[in-house]
T-cell receptor, first 112, second 118 residues
Framework: GENVEQHPSTLSVQEGDSAVIKCTYSDSASNYFPWYKQELGKRPQLIIDIRSNVGEKKDQRIAVTLNKTAKHFSLHITETQPEDSAVYFCAGGEGSQGNLTFGKGTKLSVKP | DGGITQSPKYLFRKEGQNVTLSCEQNLNHDAMYWYRQDPGQGLRLIYYSQIVNDFQKGDIAEGYSVSREKKESFPLTVTSAQKNPTAFYLC?????????????????FGDGTRLSIL
């Protein structure tokens, strides 16, 4: 089955700096890669997703890049703000069953 | 998302007891999922269902059971066979895109149920 590795497990940045979180996946059949943001005690919220027919996708301060050959994808947050502080999860899915395999999460702290 | 309701928010289980977690959605989604979240472990799939009256085991199905009698509802029972049930349980739903290479659709989550042992 699919295995998704996520790094780093914790990340601390100063407000205004950029943050990058990286994930690798094992199943070359995976073709859908969402990112979720989870604040303490709350539900995960989808922030951006990318499919394997696209190499990059951007939404305001958030971007995701995908390298299918190397089987890794990354989340980029620019101009970080304290409200970006949360746990971020990447996931991969290969489509035939609709389910996802999640990474273990990255706790991002943005210091004012 | 307001369209997925999990209850109760907190639940306590006694030794040898089965407990049932409720998940209801009004998004008209075909697929529903149950995840378990432990600290530092991310989300692990327990069961999923793509259509009424059908469901599949996920990665950690042992000690759990589900039913899918209605499209809107996907209850999870934590049985006494689950020896370490303390966790945060999340239900999700999505449109089922069909069995093809681009069928994954965004999953939307409920607010979760926190289960503890008494």
């Amino acid at each position: 089955g699919e295995n998704v590795e996520q790094h780093p497990s914790t990340l601390s940045v100063q407000e205004g700096d950029s943050a990058v979180i990286k994930c690798t996946y094992s199943d070359s059949a995976s073709n859908y890669f969402p990112w979720y943001k989870q604040e303490l005690g709350k539900r995960p919220q989808l922030i951006i997703d990318i499919r394997s027919n696209v190499g990059e996708k951007k939404d305001q301060r958030i971007a995701v890049t995908l390298n299918k050959t190397a089987k890794h994808f990354s989340l980029h947050i620019t101009e970080t703000q304290p409200e970006d502080s949360a746990v971020y999860f990447c996931a991969g899915g290969e489509g035939s069953q609709g389910n996802l395999t999640f990474g273990k999460g990255t706790k991002l702290s943005v210091k004012p | 998302d307001g369209g997925i309701t999990q209850s109760p928010k907190y639940l306590f289980r006694k030794e040898g007891q089965n407990v049932t977690l409720s998940c209801e959605q009004n998004l008209n989604h075909d697929a529903m999922y149950w995840y378990r979240q432990d600290p530092g472990q991310g989300l692990r799939l327990i069961y999923y269902s793509q259509i009424v009256n059908d469901f599949q085991k996920g990665d950690i199905a042992e000690g759990y059971s589900v039913s899918r009698e209605k499209k809107e509802s996907f209850p999870l029972t934590v049985t006494s066979a689950q020896k370490n049930p303390t966790a945060f349980y999340l239900c999700a739903s999505s449109i089922f895109g069909g069995v093809d290479s681009y069928s994954n659709q965004p999953q939307h989550f409920g607010d979760g149920t926190r289960l503890s042992i008494l």
